[in-house]
Structure formats: C-alpha cells, structure tokens
C-alpha cells in the first residue's frame, strides 16, 4: 500500500476522534439520544432522524466539521439522485432577496410556492422586519467573494451549516440537516414529518445571533461561534425546558448505502465512558451521551464533501 494511501486510511479510521475534538470533561452534561431512522432506497429522502431529549438542557454547540477524507477530493459531486425515488421534483429558479448587507456579511431570502409549508414566520433586522421567507441564506466574505455558510428555513424549522472551502476548493457541499426547538410530527407529503414551529426570527448582525420565538413557547438563541477551512460551530442557548418533554433538537440525514449516504456511522462518549463507541447509524441503539459524532469515513457518491456533524458540550 502507498504512505499517502495508508495515510488516508488511518485518517479515515480515526475520523470521530479527529472531527469531534476534545472538551473539558468536568461536570459534562448527558443527554438522550434516540434514533428514530429507517431503511431507504430514494437519495433524496432524509430517512435518517436523531432526537436529542432533556429537560435540563438550556446550552449545546453543534458543529460541521470537513470530513476526515476532504483533502483526497479532486472533483466533487452534488447533483440530486432521484433514480430510485417517487417523489416530485423540479429545478426551477427562485429569486433571491438580500434583506441585510454590510461588508462582510449579508442575509438573503427566497420563497418557493411549491414548499410544502407556507412562508408566514416575520424575520427582523434591526427595525427592518420581512413577513416571511422559506430559506434564510447566511453568507460571508471569503477569498473576495460571498461564501454561504448557513441555510435556515423557518418554515419548520431545519437547518444546515458548512465550513469554509477547504484548501483550494472553490465549494463544498451541504449535507445533514438540524433542527433547533420543541420538535413536533407533522403531516407533509409523503408521511409524517419532524418540525420546529416558529413564530419568528431575530438576527442580531453585531453578535451573529439569531433569536428564535417558538409557538409553542419559549426561545433559542443560536449564534455564530466559529467558522474556518476546517469547522464551523454554533452556540445555542435556551430560555427554559422543551414543552411536554419535547426534544430540543434533532438531527436529519439521509443513508441508503455506506456509498450512497450523508451520514453512515454515529460515534459517541457516555458521561465517564472509558472511549468512543461506534456503530453504523441503523444500528445505533440510541444512548445517553455527552458528544455524538455523525458522518462517513469512506467517500460517497452523494455529496461528496458533505461535512461530519458534531453535538457536544450540553450544559443545563
């Protein structure tokens, strides 16, 4: 075998020690994980769901990191892949509204009449409010262009994050979803759905903070921490427990194969646990956790540079 290949490999293998970091373990908080993900065929069907419960939890931070083989990546690839899937699709064009801008940050919004909820959740900026948007894009200033970093949609409620180009990549790809408040089941097409209702949305540009009022009551503050090549991390901060012991936060992905997938494997640490346990991400028993690590450690054809997703530092 080749240095650079076995290189790659024992890079890849440890992948979830790598990606997830290390944090002050004293007085580290547990939260319970449940996994409510099942088999799939069609890519484009977000089939895996992680749920996060706690009624004690008032802090986390959640963080996309590159996955640990980014820097084997010469070409990527992000095209949709409906070839086993029966659901509706389309490629059209939606206008963008930029609704903040300052030199090195700006907001943007689109509304899409096909989205499966309707766009009705205000966003205020300042004394500027917009009545309501399907996407919030987040961008930044980045090699003397504006590089999106955050997708948010407050119509229910996910989101989703990328570092900075890694190395000489021009882009890399979105992946996971999150969910950030008391998540409820809703129906939508195809069955069922997980969403965060929102009643509206903050943005505070001085702190990159956005302040989330959520229906069913209550709030969350999620606020730009950190982002780079190599991660980006977001702090949140609740004003008290989830309703009716709702989770406070999910993660969504999609897996069909070890080659096919956004997410493939789950790793985590329990509350003095002696190491990492690992699992494929059907397999995942669920646990009480202190940090879950989800992500790939071989390439995939779908979204290739796609970033790992990390849950960590929970704090009542």
Not at 44 to 66: G, Q, T, Y
Not at 147 to 166: C, Q, T
Not at 170 to 191: C, K, M, N
Not at 260 to 279: L, Y
């Amino acid at each position: 075998m080749r240095p650079f290949r076995l290189a790659c490999l024992l890079l890849c293998l440890a992948a979830p020690a790598l990606a997830a970091g290390s944090q002050n373990l004293v007085n580290e908080m547990a939260v319970r994980v449940l996994n409510k993900s099942t088999p799939e065929v069609c890519a484009e069907r977000d089939n895996v769901e992680l749920d996060f419960v706690s009624p004690e939890l008032r802090h986390m931070e959640i963080k996309a990191a590159h996955p640990a083989f980014i820097g084997m990546i010469v070409t990527d690839r992000w095209a949709p892949d409906f070839s086993a899937c029966n659901i509706p699709h389309g490629e059209g064009f939606l206008p963008r509204k930029t609704f903040y801008e300052s030199p090195t940050l700006w907001l943007t919004g689109l509304t899409d009449p096909d989205f499966w909820r309707p766009a009705n959740v205000p966003v205020r900026v300042g004394d500027h409010v917009e009545p309501g948007f399907n996407y919030i894009q987040l961008w930044m200033l980045f090699r003397e262009r504006a590089e999106e970093i955050l997708v948010m949609y407050p119509s229910d409620g996910n989101w989703r994050i990328r570092p900075l180009p890694f190395g000489d990549l021009r882009w890399t790809a979105y992946g996971s979803s999150f969910q950030i408040g008391p998540l409820e089941v809703q129906d939508g097409p195809g069955g069922p759905r997980p969403i965060v209702a929102i009643k509206d949305i903050m943005f505070d540009p001085a702190k990159k903070a956005f302040t989330l009022n959520f229906i069913r009551g209550g709030s969350a503050t999620v606020t730009l921490k950190q982002v780079d090549q190599d991660h980006i991390a977001l702090d949140v901060d609740y004003s008290g427990a989830m309703p009716e012991n709702l989770p406070f936060a999910a993660l969504r992905s999609m897996y069909t194969a070890e080659g096919n997938s956004d997410v493939a494997r789950i790793a985590w640490r329990e509350k003095n646990g002696k190491g990492w346990k690992e699992s494929p991400v059907l397999d995942f028993p669920g646990a009480f956790v202190t940090e879950v690590w989800a992500g790939r450690l071989t390439p995939s054809r779908h979204n290739l540079s796609a970033p790992d997703m990390i849950f960590s530092h929970f704090q009542p």
